[in-house]
């Protein structure tokens, strides 16, 4: 089984429709984050969570707020999606604890078209 | 502030040619230095990783040595495999911006037979 997973793996909206991804994982890590990928910009980071309590803005967090309703389990929504949101999200999880901090572990991903 | 730069791709190779992908970097502090993989439909996983100059990571035949005078992380392998076919990420991280992980736009390997 997956230790990260995202859900949907794809979805098709409408602008001005608000959406939520889920990301669920296994690894009991304390940190999470979500990235979006465009062609030729790699992974930019949206927000990101240190524990249940600490959420904090990424490099492009407008547009975007997440949840973090538990430490297994951090969503992405889009309040109210416009056709600029189309990407590929991915979740990730590290541990803050140990020698392996530096590793972020990632999911699979999430296909979004906003039409 | 962080920033990296790989070379475009995509780079397209025959089955057992030698591999280079360039990766320079624009850091405050010390960082250290990744290179991820994604395979066709993954996510992103971590290949290789250094933590300080003149460090190699390696890994799968992959090599990247740190070099700090260059400010570069270059991927190499000896001889590309068809399943070598993926996008590669170079991504870095100080300590000054947490678990920050930046990212390289990501260079596409396409390994013919």
């Known amino acids: 089984d997956a230790d990260v997973t995202q859900t949907p793996r794809n979805r098709i909206t409408k602008t001005g429709k608000r959406i939520m991804l889920e990301c669920s994982q296994t690894k009991g890590h304390d940190r999470m984050y979500w990235y979006r990928q465009d062609p030729g910009l790699g992974l930019r980071l949206i927000y990101y969570s240190f524990d249940v309590k600490d959420i904090n803005k990424g490099e492009i967090s407008d547009g975007y707020s997440v949840s973090r309703q538990a430490q297994a389990k951090f969503s992405l929504s889009l309040e109210s999606a416009i056709p600029n949101q189309t990407a590929l999200y991915f979740c990730?999880?590290?541990?803050?604890?140990?020698?392996?901090?530096?590793?972020?572990?990632f999911g699979p991903g999430t296909r979004l078209l906003v039409l | 502030g962080n920033s990296v730069t790989q070379m475009e791709g995509p780079v397209t190779l025959s089955e057992e040619a030698f591999l280079t992908i360039n990766c320079t970097y624009t850091?405050?502090?010390?960082?250290?230095l990744f290179w991820y993989v994604q395979y066709p439909g993954e996510g992103l996983q971590l290949l290789l990783k250094?933590?300080?100059?003149?460090d190699k990571g390696s890994n799968k035949g992959f090599e990247a040595t740190y070099r700090k005078e260059t400010t570069s992380f270059h991927l190499e392998k000896g001889s590309v495999q068809v399943s070598d076919s993926a996008v590669y990420f170079c991504?870095?991280?100080?300590?000054?911006?947490?678990?920050?992980?930046?990212f390289g736009g990501g260079t596409r390997l396409m390994v013919k037979p």
């Open positions: 991504a870095l991280r100080t300590n000054n911006a947490g678990n920050m992980l930046t």
């Open positions: 850091a405050t502090g010390y960082p250290s």
């Open positions: 250094a933590t300080k100059a003149d």
């Open positions: 990730a999880t590290s541990d803050s604890a140990g020698g392996n901090q530096e590793t972020q572990y």
